[in-house]
């Protein structure tokens, strides 16, 4: 997985996940896409911060991901 987790997006996020390709292929806005890629991302890292323990860098990812 290239060091990334895999991630899941529900099932009732797809038209907004197709909308972000479709905005990326017209337009060439990655933004939208990078923003729902990011909020499952994080989700996963928090899963599996449950089971790995809490670690404070874990989340100060987070702000990098969310702050740029």
């Keep these: 997985f290239n060091g990334y987790l895999p991630i899941i997006i529900p099932f009732e996020e797809r ?3 197709y909308q972000a390709l479709q905005e990326y292929d017209h337009d060439h ?3 939208p ?3 729902l890629i990011g909020k499952y991302v994080y989700e996963e890292l928090k899963k599996t911060a449950k089971y790995i323990g809490d670690s404070p860098s874990l989340f100060a990812a987070k702000e990098k991901v969310f702050s740029s």
């Design 29 to 31: 806005n990655l933004e």
């Design 15 to 17: 038209n907004q996940y």
């Design 33 to 35: 896409f990078a923003e």
